[in-house]
């Protein structure tokens, strides 16, 4: 019996360095997960989580960051003690918190979209600061949008009760990780993968 044996064609580099980078982002998004400081009346902790989520997007762009979130997620759902406080498991995606996880996918994607102007990467160095500020604070919208409204909702909350709960005191938190993570991409030591 013969065999046949046909070429098979290379991944692309970048994309070999792009999966690689977006399975170190979110590694490091699941290695934050230890720094977790419980906030009284919320049953959403403080954690760096959102640092690198802010990361992946303006790092990825819309799809690669959008994949490295993915991972993370996945490796959450599967059991992996990746979420915040060493939690794992499909139980936490669908807890109390879990809005604000799955929100993570969508504001990483949405942050990439707005930096970078749609899929293809562009130099970080020429982004603007305002635009840069804009695409993490719309990022954040996100991220607190969807985790109160999945709070209050799962909680039987009111609007009210959960934005006091859920986002107001994460503000100047949020303030600090927006400000670091423009620091880190305006270093220049972190740099899109561009073909």
């Known amino acids: 019996?013969?065999?046949?044996?046909d070429s098979v064609d290379l991944v692309d580099d970048v994309v070999v360095?792009?999966?690689a980078r977006a399975a170190v982002l979110a590694a490091l998004i699941g290695a934050s997960a230890p720094v977790s400081i419980?906030?009284?009346l919320s049953p959403a902790p403080?954690?760096?989580q959102v640092l690198f989520v802010f990361l992946a997007g303006l790092v990825l762009g819309p799809v690669w960051g959008g994949i490295s979130l993915l991972i993370y997620?996945?490796?959450g759902a599967v059991g992996l003690p990746v979420f915040a406080g060493m939690e794992g498991g499909f139980g936490a995606l669908t807890g109390p918190t879990g809005g604000y996880l799955l929100s993570y996918l969508v504001a990483a994607v949405?942050?990439?979209?707005v930096v970078h102007r749609g899929t293809a990467l562009r130099d970080l160095q020429a982004v603007s600061v305002p635009i840069l500020v804009g695409a993490l604070v719309t990022g954040t919208i996100i991220i607190y949008g969807m985790g109160t409204a999945y709070m209050?909702?799962?909680l039987e909350w009111g609007a009210w009760k959960a934005i006091s709960a859920g986002a107001i005191p994460f503000?100047?938190?949020e303030i600090l990780k927006m400000a670091a993570a423009i620091a880190i991409v305006r270093s220049g030591r972190i740099t899109p993968v561009r073909p």
């Open 38 to 40: 419980p906030m009284p």
């Open 1 to 5: 019996m013969a065999t046949k044996q």
């Open 73 to 75: 997620l996945t490796a």
């Open 152 to 154: 209050a909702w799962l």
């Open 46 to 48: 403080i954690t760096l």
């Open 110 to 113: 949405v942050i990439g979209a």
């Open 171 to 173: 503000i100047p938190g």
């Open 17 to 19: 360095r792009q999966f």
